[in-house]
């Protein structure tokens, strides 16, 4: 069973840019899709982006295409979140998650993070 832990979120002005990492821990990192998703106050989790066990294959939500980026480092164990021109509507937790198999944008991932804030002041 993997163990997902989130960091790199914070307060950041609009237009400015944060990296999150998603540091796995108890399993063959290679073997697990990954994804970011982010929920805002009383919404459902939503899917952000995700990256395929190889890292050749990234998905992107429109809302968030062409700003942010996924990456992976399976030497590192980790899965990074490039956020760019960051808009206060991007303020929320983040997530990431992990699963053997491809779950593209579903939020049925079997493992995830606890979650980092983002917030971005306009």
């Known amino acids: 069973q993997v163990q997902l832990v989130e960091s790199g979120g914070g307060l950041v002005q609009a237009g400015g840019s944060l990296r999150l990492s998603c540091a796995a821990s108890?399993?063959?990192?290679?073997?697990?899709?990954m994804g970011w998703f982010r929920q805002f106050p009383g919404k459902e989790r939503e899917f952000v982006a995700a990256?395929?066990?190889?890292?050749?294959?990234?998905y992107y939500a429109d809302s968030v295409t062409g700003r942010f980026a996924i990456s992976r480092d399976n030497a590192k164990n980790t899965v990074y979140l490039q956020m760019n021109r960051l808009k206060p509507e991007d303020t929320a937790v983040y997530y990431c998650?992990?699963?053997?198999?491809?779950?593209?944008?579903?939020?049925?991932?079997?493992?995830w993070g606890q979650g980092t804030q983002v917030t971005v002041s306009s």
């Open positions: 108890g399993g063959a990192f290679s073997s697990y899709y």
């Open positions: 990256i395929n066990w190889g890292g050749g294959s990234t």
């Open positions: 998650a992990a699963d053997h198999n491809f779950r593209g944008s579903s939020s049925r991932y079997d493992y």
